[in-house]
């Protein structure tokens, strides 16, 4: 992914952003042409309790340029009255394993790469420079902070201590002295600055969203290197909350990831495929969400960057294209011990506290979508002892739990006479449309909620497959009897014949995509080959598929809204309210496939297997293109607008949407 001068102008460079990320939670993250429009961009972003509690360490370099009389800065910082043009320099930027940027200047040219080692807190940025002619100095300003990634310091006078010996330097900011900074440049000498700060970095994406978009840095010094005529050098800036990065080899840092990565790919399996290039990119941004969680020594997978952290019911539905289909089966047992690690009365924790590591437990999907994904680990894997021995119990556990009802952290949770599931009340959002404002549910989804119980029968019929295997007769007829009594009583009231869909939570007629649950999972609740079926498919087609994903509402339902834009509450008004989530792609396309292999007419179901391709194919275009030319470099943002230009908003890279369109991508047909 390679962005020549012509799309390195300020316009179109700072709608791009780029993310490295270092297996802790820890991220790199800018702009193609290094301008920071969001406060969540950094060159080290640090998880002090990883993957939570990250921490703006290192904002950016500043790099200046002295030759043959002149200073040019090769920086673009953005302040609101004001915007340093040092993208014009730029010749090239490419994310390929690790990002990298080309300047040329008064004939000097400067390549600029940086690296995390994975598994530390550390940032490596490695400058090539081949000088002119002339004798120059090469400037590095390094400009940091230490706060909260979500939180802006405005009208900050920032309290700087540093030891410095030789071009190491400690750095403690503001008296956070059990976490000190640590910063080397393996040539030149380092100058100290006194009460130097960056007031009022400007990001614009934070004021479209209606934050706080203005804050003070701090510039603790800045390292000058003389440059000899017509000579090439290698000079290398670390920064790191590990002490020993004088002993950081950067050539061996960029060599092991780069490593790293082509293993991940042959392991995957996939490095045979058709486009190498795609798979590649794939790993990459798969393996982005894939951290470590030392405190449980288990992995976990973020929902997306830069803000989320771990989120049960996100990481359950891009457990499949993320771990399973990359063949990462020995993390894939990790997530899953991670997710049954605090059941609480049944409940599995769909997330915890990015503060206090405290387990949440505001879902009543992510128990029932473990099911279905210890079916698909065994699909893939056939360890079934690893089922036995480590998770049955848990879901024995879950299943029971729902049947005699939680009502724990407002839950409401029972098991109604017909057999459905109803859940919530009319202040608590526990399925995945949860907006709240205040005490308001934006989508107040509370009652017999169409993909919960869609859910609850297919977490009854895996239950009564596994008891067959590890339980008692006794419980696989108690499943299989309250299976078959949710079957009936689903099919009967959730059809909503006058507008040939499901409704969406019973009483509620809105058309929604949550319906396509009823065909997608392991055990549909409706027979794919039935009329209803089909109707609810077609219906969801026509009113909610486009190329980007499934919108969360139909055009004309009211409070409908097509643009994902402004400040908290205008964005929480529309969040489920029309916007385009590419995630849904994946349950449309697991119902579809249902549909085809349910279809006994061959003649039928070879039109349908050519619909199929056809909208496979349109979905691997869209998204390449969105990869490679448009939104974030490599990746795939949470959601979309619902109208030309169909724009990438929310965060801009979501694991479940990379899940899911990459298993449209790789398992066509």
């Given at each position: 992914m390679k962005y020549a001068k012509d799309k390195l102008n300020l316009e179109e460079g700072t709608k791009r952003d780029w993310i490295i990320t270092n297996g802790l939670g820890g991220y790199a993250s800018s702009t193609i042409i290094g301008a920071n429009t969001r406060k969540y961009h950094g060159l080290l972003v640090a998880p002090l309790t990883p993957p939570a509690r990250r921490y703006l360490i290192l904002s950016k370099i500043d790099e200046s340029i002295e030759t043959n009389g002149k200073k040019y800065n090769l920086y673009t910082n953005m302040c609101k009255n004001y915007i340093s043009n040092?993208?014009?320099?730029?010749?090239?930027?490419?994310?390929?394993?690790?990002?990298?940027?080309?300047?040329?200047?008064?004939?000097?040219?400067?390549?600029?790469?940086?690296?995390?080692?994975?598994?530390?807190?550390?940032?490596?940025?490695?400058?090539?420079?081949?000088?002119?002619?002339?004798?120059?100095?090469?400037?590095?300003?390094?400009?940091?902070?230490?706060?909260?990634?979500?939180?802006?310091?405005?009208?900050?006078?920032?309290?700087?201590?540093?030891?410095?010996?030789?071009?190491?330097?400690?750095?403690?900011?503001?008296?956070?002295?059990?976490?000190?900074?640590?910063?080397?440049?393996?040539?030149?000498?380092?100058?100290?600055?006194?009460?130097?700060?960056?007031?009022?970095?400007?990001?614009?994406?934070?004021?479209k969203r209606g934050m706080s978009a203005e804050e003070n840095l701090v510039v603790p010094g800045r390292y000058e290197i003389e440059l000899e005529p017509n000579t090439e050098k290698n000079i290398t800036f670390v920064c790191?909350?590990?002490?020993?990065?004088?002993?950081?080899?950067?050539?061996?840092?960029?060599?092991?990831?780069?490593?790293?990565?082509?293993?991940?790919?042959?392991?995957?399996?996939?490095?045979?495929?058709?486009?190498?290039?795609?798979?590649?990119?794939?790993?990459?941004?798969?393996?982005?969400?894939?951290?470590?969680?030392?405190?449980?020594?288990?992995?976990?997978?973020?929902a997306g960057y830069p803000w989320f952290l771990d989120w049960g019911r996100d990481s359950l539905i891009a457990f499949e294209g993320l771990l399973l289909l990359t063949n990462r089966y020995e993390i894939a047992k990790e997530l899953l011990l991670t997710y049954i690690r605090d059941i609480k009365f049944g409940l599995v924790p769909n997330g915890y506290s990015g503060y206090d590591n405290r387990p949440l437990y505001n879902s009543v999907d992510a128990s029932l979508l473990l099911f279905e994904q210890v079916k698909k680990f065994l699909n893939y894997t056939k360890d079934y002892e690893f089922v036995k021995e480590k998770i049955y119990n848990s879901l024995i556990k879950v299943i029971d739990s729902y049947i005699q009802g939680i009502d724990y952290d407002n839950n409401n949770i029972w098991l109604d006479e017909d057999g459905l599931l109803v859940s919530?009340?009319?202040?608590?959002?526990?399925?995945?449309?949860?907006?709240?404002?205040?005490?308001?549910?934006?989508?107040?989804?509370?009652?017999?909620?169409?993909?919960?119980?869609?859910?609850?029968?297919?977490?009854?019929?895996?239950?009564?497959?596994?008891?067959?295997?590890?339980?008692?007769?006794?419980?696989?007829?108690?499943?299989?009897?309250?299976?078959?009594?949710?079957?009936?009583?689903?099919?009967?009231?959730?059809?909503?014949?006058?507008?040939?869909?499901?409704?969406?939570?019973?009483?509620?007629?809105?058309?929604?995509?949550?319906?396509?649950?009823?065909?997608?999972?392991?055990?549909?609740?409706?027979e794919p080959d039935s009329e209803m079926a089909k109707e609810m498919f077609e219906t969801v087609t026509k009113k909610l598929l486009n190329n980007y994903g499934l919108k969360t509402l139909a055009k004309g339902e009211a409070f409908y809204k097509d643009v994902y834009e402004g400040d908290v509450l205008k964005r929480d008004m529309s969040y489920h309210q029309g916007i385009t989530w590419p995630w849904l792609l994946g349950v449309y396309a697991d119902g579809f496939k249902n549909i085809i292999k349910a279809e006994k007419n061959e003649t039928q179901k070879s039109k349908l297997k050519q619909e199929y391709e056809s909208f496979a194919k349109n979905v691997e275009e869209t998204f390449t293109k969105e990869m490679y030319e448009n939104s974030t470099v490599g990746t795939i943002s949470e959601l979309y607008d619902s109208k030309k230009p169909y724009l990438a908003k929310g965060a801009f890279a979501q694991a479940w949407s990379v899940s899911e369109v990459f298993k449209i991508i790789l398992q066509k047909g």
């Open positions: 040092g993208y014009k320099y730029l010749e090239s930027f490419e994310k390929d394993y690790i990002p990298t940027f080309e300047y040329k200047v008064d004939g000097i040219n400067i390549k600029k790469s940086i690296c995390m080692e994975y598994g530390k807190n550390t940032v490596v940025i490695l400058y090539k420079i081949k000088n002119n002619k002339n004798t120059s100095k090469l400037m590095l300003a390094p400009i940091m902070n230490f706060r909260d990634f979500h939180i802006v310091t405005t009208d900050c006078k920032f309290d700087v201590r540093q030891e410095i010996n030789q071009n190491k330097v400690k750095v403690v900011i503001n008296g956070q002295s059990a976490t000190p900074i640590y910063m080397n440049l393996t040539q030149g000498k380092y100058i100290k600055h006194d009460s130097d700060q960056f007031n009022n970095m400007y990001y614009i994406e934070e004021e790191s909350l590990e002490e020993n990065i004088e002993e950081i080899k950067e050539t061996d840092i960029i060599k092991n990831e780069i490593a790293r990565v082509d293993k991940l790919i042959k392991n995957s399996n996939l490095s045979n495929a058709r486009n190498k290039e795609l798979i590649k990119t794939y790993i990459i941004a798969s393996d982005n969400f894939v951290v470590y969680r030392p405190s449980f020594a288990l992995h976990t997978i973020i919530g009340t009319e202040h608590t959002q526990n399925t995945w449309m949860d907006a709240k404002v205040g005490e308001h549910c934006v989508t107040p989804r509370n009652g017999k909620a169409v993909e919960i119980n869609a859910m609850w029968y297919n977490a009854l019929k895996i239950a009564e497959e596994l008891t067959k295997l590890y339980g008692t007769k006794e419980q696989t007829k108690k499943y299989s009897n309250l299976a078959e009594k949710c079957k009936k009583s689903f099919e009967v009231k959730f059809y909503n014949k006058k507008r040939k869909c499901l409704y969406d939570v019973i009483g509620d007629s809105k058309i929604r995509p949550n319906q396509l649950f009823a065909i997608s999972l392991t055990y549909p609740v409706l």
